[in-house]
């Protein structure tokens, strides 16, 4: 399935379904030293490799976020409109965040704040194992609003969309693509300029059923199956070439 917001990578896509969005630069490195909870690297930005689904449980969101990541950490680090921090010059030694999020249905804006604490909410993310807590922020600031994919601050046990995410961290209605004459097209032609979340259905061979990853590249040599390679992010942690 396969479903798109209009944005560029420069913002999100997603495969299973694809999604867009705008030109946004990373923060300039920072040197401060400083000590506490980092909301993310102030060298690198934001980036897919601080996800892991055991840091943003579920893939349809986790996804999304190495999705956006993957185009532009900038555009990341745009949804951040406040922090509570020792030092409010750097992303460090943040204890507190506020996001912005859309309602993916109406795509109206309300910002949630999360503290540290929201973070370790039985989901396995408890940040005081990683560097950076600005996915498990993210995903809190989600929960918190509602919506799709949500029910009473916890996330569906029957999972979510991956366009449903994308619209809730950008605020773009998302589209997505389950023909499979015309995916592969929408694929080669955007996944170099927007994000893009691939996901499974239930009956899959080679990759993970009822499953969201990420479009990283793609090389298409031709028309047959052999010389088509697209290369997904599992947030469980891998990344594989498929043919």
Not at 80 to 100: E, M, N, R, W, Y
Not at 231 to 239: A, E, F, K, V
């Amino acid at each position: 399935m396969l479903s798109l917001t209009k944005i560029i990578c420069l913002t999100a896509l997603t495969s299973g379904q694809l999604v867009l969005a705008k030109p946004l630069f990373l923060p300039k490195p920072i040197t401060t030293t400083a000590y506490g909870p980092a909301l993310y690297d102030p060298t690198t930005g934001p980036t897919c490799a601080d996800i892991k689904q055991t840091t943003a449980p579920d893939c349809w969101l986790a996804s999304a976020m190495c999705a956006l990541a993957k185009c532009n950490g900038g555009f990341i680090t745009s949804l951040i409109v406040d922090k509570t921090q020792v030092h409010p010059a750097t992303s460090l030694s943040v204890t507190g965040a506020t996001f912005k999020i859309w309602d993916p249905d109406t795509l109206v804006r309300t910002d949630q704040k999360v503290v540290l604490a929201d973070t370790a909410t039985g989901d396995g993310n408890d940040d005081s194992s990683i560097y950076v807590w600005w996915p498990s922020g993210l995903q809190a600031a989600v929960k918190k609003h509602g919506g799709s994919g949500i029910t009473n601050g916890k996330f569906d046990v029957n999972g979510g969309y991956g366009f449903k995410a994308l619209s809730y961290l950008t605020g773009y209605e998302a589209t997505y693509e389950m023909d499979s004459s015309t995916w592969w097209g929408n694929l080669v032609a955007h996944v170099d300029s927007t994000p893009i979340v691939m996901c499974t259905k239930s009956d899959t061979d080679v990759l993970v059923s009822a499953h969201c990853y990420t479009a990283m590249t793609v090389t298409d040599n031709g028309d047959s199956d052999d010389t088509r390679t697209l290369r997904l992010h599992n947030p469980w942690g891998d990344t594989k070439n498929y043919k």
